[in-house]
């Protein structure tokens, strides 16, 4: 039997709350603001990571940055472990993190990816770092970049909550509906 690579990745929508302790490694997109275990954090935006720097923040486990945004900041004092990782930005945290897993994990599962089958691109982050108005059909726009994570052929699990309208993205994505 082979044991397939697991990943979970928590971004920063409203149904993150569906994460639950998972059998594998887990990436959380931007500054950590739920108690759970993580393996890595992802950051692909400057607002983000000079939040940490500038607030001190120090964690036990790398923050994964761009290659460009490492290169911005390198000449800053961190207080934490930052290392250029991602090769490419996809638009959102979420599929950054998703596309580079990819390479190493053979099943993905996502969390509080909100815009995958809704409207609503609202980021828990913005209670940290306030950020202008988001463009009406932002969702849409960010679904064009997921396409490219989709492209590389691994198993996707998608937690959405149990009402949720599912999207047909190909026959590699899963939708796994909460029962809450």
């Not at 920063?12 to 059998?23: A, H, K």
């Not at 490694?25 to 603001?33: A, T």
């Not at 950051?43 to 790398?62: M, Q």
Request: hydrophobic share 35%; glycine share 4%.
């Amino acid at each position: 039997m082979v044991i397939q690579r697991q990943i979970a990745i928590v971004g920063n929508g409203p149904s993150r709350n569906l994460y639950r302790p998972f059998r594998g490694d887990v990436c959380i997109c931007n500054i950590p603001q739920l108690d759970i275990k993580y393996d890595y954090i992802s950051i692909i935006d400057r607002k983000a990571s000079d939040y940490v720097i500038n607030n001190g923040l120090k964690f036990d486990k790398p923050i994964l940055l761009t290659e460009k945004l490492h290169s911005e900041i390198q000449n800053q004092k961190k207080p934490t472990e930052m290392i250029a990782t991602f090769k490419e930005r996809l638009m959102n945290n979420a599929a950054t993190a998703a596309y580079h897993f990819s390479q190493t994990y053979d099943v993905i599962w996502l969390f509080g990816c909100d815009a995958l089958w809704s409207d609503n691109t609202i980021s828990h982050q913005d209670t940290l770092i306030p950020r202008p108005l988001r463009r009406n059909d932002l969702h849409q726009v960010w679904r064009k970049y997921w396409q490219k994570v989709w492209d590389t052929g691994k198993t996707f699990v998608i937690v959405c909550p149990k009402d949720a309208e599912t999207v047909n993205y190909g026959k590699n994505i899963i939708w796994n509906r909460s029962k809450i």
